[in-house]
């Protein structure tokens, strides 16, 4: 399922302090990334996953360079997804809790 660049903008920017310039300049790298990530997409599906290279005599089947290109969009992604401060919203955490009673042996 494709995720429209709006909807995930829109819910970054619902989850940072919109005051932080911080937070801000990476969610507008995070969604400058993703939209090139899609780019390297559309050239991978209008062109291949591999290239073929021809140097005189010799004939090369290579990766296409845009894979390369999106491992590394991929590795960027992470690192900036890893460093954003989300503000919590008042929810609790989602893991159950470690507690237990005498009542859960039997």
């Given at each position: ?9 829109k819910?970054l ?10 937070e ?10 993703v ?13 291949g ?6 140097n ?12 390369n290109?999106?491992?590394k ?12 401060n ?6 609790p955490?989602?893991s159950?809790s ?7 042996l039997?």
């Amino acid at each position: 399922m494709a995720v429209a660049i709006s909807k995930l903008l829109k819910q970054l920017m619902s989850r940072i302090d919109n005051d932080d310039l911080v937070e801000v300049e990476k969610v507008e790298r995070y969604i400058s990334l993703v939209k090139l990530n899609k780019e390297l997409d559309k050239d991978i599906k209008r062109e291949g996953a591999t290239v073929v290279t021809e140097n005189g005599n010799q004939r090369f089947v290579k990766s296409h360079p845009a894979v390369n290109d999106k491992m590394k969009v991929n590795a960027q992604l992470l690192a900036i997804e890893k460093s954003f401060n989300f503000i919590s919203d008042g929810a609790p955490p989602s893991s159950e809790s470690d507690d237990y009673s005498e009542a859960d042996l039997i």
